[in-house]
C-alpha cells in the first residue's frame, strides 16, 4: 500500500512511524524485516500469502 | 515572537567539485575520438571515419561521448557536447548498440498484461546474482572490484532517467517526478543516492569522484550504462527508458538486504551498508511507482509505447545477466 506525503503509521505495539519519503509503501504481508514499512519480502513469499 | 531554526537540509558544504579526466581508449575509434576532444576547441574536430576495433572500443568510445552531456571532463571543452562530427560517432555507435539489443530481445512476452503480470515476469527472468553472491561469499577483494565498477552508474545514480521527464504526458510526468525527487534526497544533498554512494566509496577506502574507475569497468558495465544514457537521450527510446527504470526498481529492493547483509558480514563501514539499506525501502516504492504511475499512465496515454516498454525491461535485466555472469566468471565463482 502507497502512501503520498506526510503520515504517521501507528504499528500493532501503538509504536507511532512518521514517514519520511514523498511516498512510502507500508507492509501489507506481515513478513517484512523494516515494519511498518514494505522491504520487497513478499515476493518470496509463496503465491497465497501474498496480499 | 521565537520560530525555531529546524531545517531537514544539510549544509551543502563540503560536498566536493571533483576532477574528472579521460579515461584511457581501448581502440583506435577511442584514440582518434579522444585526441579530438584533447585538442578542441583549438583544433576542428577533424572528420572520423576509423571503425570501432572491438566492443570495448566501441562501448568506451560511447561512453566518453555521452558523459558530455552530465559532468563532462575538465580538460575537454563544454562545446564539445554538440560538435556535428562527435554527434555523427555518437549516432553511429548508439545505432551498433540498440540494433545488437533489438537483435537479442525474445520479443513482448505473450499473454502478460504490463499491470498485472509486470513483476513475475520479471522474477521469471532470474539470472546470476552478485548480490547473494556479495551475501554469502563474496571475499573483500571482490566487493571492492564491484563496488569500483558499480561506480560508474551509481556515481549518477538517476540522472540518465532524468532526461525523460520533458517526453513523458502527464500522469507519467508527475510520478517520475516524485520518483527522482526521492533519488535526489527530497531537498537534502545528504540524502542523495549519488552522494550516498560517493560516501561509501570513500569510507570504503576507494575514490569518490565520478569515472574514476573507468578503466577497470569490463565491456558489461560500459553497455549497461551506455544503453540507459542512450535510452534517456532520446526522445524516441522514452518508452524504453521506463521500462528499464521499471525493471531496475523491481530488482533492487531485495538484493539490495543481500548487498547490505554480505558488506556488514566482510566489515564494511556503515556509510557503504547505508547506501544499500535505504535502497530496500526506497525502491519497494519505486518499483511500484515505475511500474504503475510512469509505465501504465505512459502506454494509456501513448499504446505504441508498451512494447518499447518490454524492450527496455528486457535490455535492462539482459544487461545485468551479462555483467553478473562477467564478474562471477572473473572470480572463478559459479554464474
Request: charged share 25%.
Amino acid at each position: 500500500m502507497l502512501l503520498r506525503g506526510d503520515h504517521v503509521v501507528r504499528d500493532d505495539d501503538g509504536v507511532e512511524h512518521r514517514t519520511t519519503r514523498p511516498v512510502s509503501a507500508v507492509c501489507r504481508c506481515g513478513k517484512s524485516a523494516s515494519k511498518p514499512w514494505c522491504d520487497g519480502t513478499h515476493k518470496v513469499l509463496p503465491a497465497k500469502l501474498r496480499p | 515572537m521565537e520560530v525555531a531554526r529546524c531545517s531537514r537540509h544539510g549544509s551543502a558544504e563540503g560536498y566536493l567539485e571533483y576532477v574528472t579526466t579521460l579515461p584511457k581508449p581501448r581502440g583506435p575509434l577511442g584514440v582518434a575520438v579522444l585526441n579530438a576532444l584533447a585538442d578542441a576547441p583549438t583544433r576542428e574536430v577533424p572528420r572520423i571515419d576509423v571503425a570501432p576495433e572491438s566492443p570495448d572500443d566501441a562501448a568506451l568510445t560511447l561512453w566518453v561521448l555521452h558523459e558530455l552531456s552530465y559532468g563532462g571532463f575538465d580538460e575537454v571543452d563544454d562545446d564539445a557536447e554538440s560538435d556535428p562530427e562527435l554527434m555523427r560517432v555518437r549516432r553511429r555507435l548508439e545505432r551498433d548498440l540498440e540494433a545488437d539489443l533489438r537483435r537479442r530481445w525474445p520479443g513482448v512476452p505473450e499473454g502478460v498484461e504490463l499491470g498485472t503480470g509486470f513483476f513475475d515476469w520479471v522474477a521469471d527472468q532470474d539470472g546470476p546474482s552478485l548480490a547473494r553472491f556479495v551475501q554469502a561469499q563474496a571475499t573483500e577483494d571482490q566487493v571492492l572490484d564491484l563496488l569500483r565498477v558499480r561506480s560508474v552508474y551509481h556515481l549518477k545514480e538517476a540522472d540518465p532517467t532524468t532526461w525523460v521527464i520533458p517526453r513523458l504526458p502527464t500522469a507519467a510526468k508527475a510520478a517520475l517526478v516524485e520518483l527522482q525527487y526521492d533519488e535526489y534526497g527530497v531537498g537534502d544533498p545528504a540524502r542523495l543516492h549519488s552522494h550516498l554512494f560517493a560516501r561509501g566509496l570513500e569510507a570504503s577506502g576507494l575514490r569518490p569522484e565520478p569515472g574514476a574507475y573507468v578503466d577497470e569497468a569490463p565491456l558489461e558495465i560500459l553497455e549497461q550504462n551506455n544503453a540507459l544514457s542512450m535510452f534517456g537521450l532520446r526522445r524516441r527510446l522514452r518508452g524504453a527508458a521506463v521500462g528499464h527504470l521499471a525493471a531496475f526498481e523491481a530488482t533492487s529492493s531485495l538484493p539490495s538486504r543481500r548487498m547490505a547483509q554480505g558488506l556488514e558480514r566482510l566489515g564494511f563501514p556503515a556509510e557503504m551498508v547505508s547506501y544499500y539499506t535505504e535502497h530496500v525501502e526506497a525502491d519497494a516504492v519505486h518499483e511500484q511507482v515505475a511500474l504503475r504511475d510512469i509505465c501504465v499512465s505512459l502506454v494509456a496515454a501513448e499504446p505504441a509505447q508498451e512494447p518499447e516498454v518490454w524492450f527496455g525491461a528486457w535490455a535492462c535485466l539482459d544487461l545485468e545477466n551479462r555483467t553478473a555472469t562477467r564478474l562471477l566468471s572473473a572470480w572463478g565463482a559459479a554464474a
